[in-house]
């Protein structure tokens, strides 16, 4: 009978949990490892998706179940890799969990939140909103567990969640755990991180709380996001009456991104669509370079196209002013149509930044670059699944990560 070595999966976004899932089920042990205490990716924070606008919960409970009924899956989160070997016909790897403060005992009863006195930013709201040091990471997280932010925590001077505990739940002595492993292969499946438009200073980002990335639109708008899904802007806290979308910042541009990422068209798309849905008096103009959707996503368009309260404007913007008594924020854009340098004003704008690949986990196996990645240069037996490849959508995460699925079927041992 034969018997293969494990594959091991880093990164459980939508990518990592596909390749994992799809390996296990064709028979393949599977040790799928997450950096975060929580699984699913920048997905699981969007508030829709395209292009059915269903939410996150949609495509990921089903594979969380899939993971839970899945006996030949361990899924380690709050790990990543310390060291990678090759050798003979597999990889030896060396891996570090962070310390285990919350066991599986945790009822997720929150009494250990009452009582807590460290507050953070809540990175899952792109720090848009606070949250104490204890804390669960948000109403979809996989594993349910409550978690402690080390950086945070006043454990040593405080043990006030310890006490309140009553399901033996929590340690604050734990330590971080080592685990050695031998994987007959290794999937890349790290994802992305958004582009940093402070890079891009005409833009004012930071300089307004108005002025927002695409990833910051899909938290206030989501219904378990910083303002539970009320779209308001910060001072006023009412509803904006304008929203402006500014496409491709810092993308296909030679001094930052020089490529499309593919994506971004349609998620200003799906915002604008949902702005105008929940805002009744909104009015929502996009200011772009090309329009880059394709597939089913250009149903998308053609609803934009029609809808009397959004403008689709052709032509770069070229400086953000927050100069305006902080009330609106105007700025310059070309507008193609009609030949023109105009001037425009907006209560709320949204930053459509690209994607870069996430290479933390490949550093020494790739090139570190800030374009697509050369996935056929990897050694024998690794292989990339997702946007860790380049940036896409999660229909195409999904396809390339069952593809790179099949890569435990290459090695086998008898
Ligand atoms: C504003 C915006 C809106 C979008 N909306 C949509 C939409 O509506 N529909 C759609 O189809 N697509 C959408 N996308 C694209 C979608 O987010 C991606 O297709 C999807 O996230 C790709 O999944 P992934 O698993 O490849 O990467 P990720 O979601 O980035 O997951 C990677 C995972 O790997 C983990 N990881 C990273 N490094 C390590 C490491 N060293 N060790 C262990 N774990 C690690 C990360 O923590 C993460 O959990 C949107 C993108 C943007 C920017």
Redesign the pocket.
Known sequence: MLERLPILV????????TAAVEAAEAGLSVIL????PY?????IS?N????KMCPPYCGMEINFRRIKDNPLISLMVS???SSVFEQDDSFAVELVSAPEYVNSNCTLCGDCVEVCKAEMKDVFNRSMSSKKAIYHPHDLAFPERYVIDDASCLYDRCNACFETCRYDAINLEAKPKETELIVGSIIL????E?FDPAEVPDYSFGKHPDILT??M??RISAPNGSTMGKILCHETQKAPKKIAFIHCVGSRDENHLPYC?G??C??SL??ALHAVEVLPEVEVSLHYIDLRVSGRNEDFLSKIQDHPRIRLIKGKVSKVNTNTNNKELEFVAEDIESGKKLTYDADMLVL??G?IP?Q??VEGLLPKQRSYLDYYSLPDGVKM????IQP??????VKS?TGASLLGFRRKEE
């Open positions: 880093i990164g459980a976004g939508m990518s990592g949990i490892l997450e950096k975060l699984i699913g990716g920048n997905a969007m829709r998706y395209f292009p790990t990543e890799v499946a790290t994802g992305w958004g695409n990833l639109m899909e990422s994506v971004c349609s998620a799906k915002q459509a930044t994607l996430n933390s986990a699944a997702g946007c860790a896409m959508d999660i229909s195409a995460s990560a």
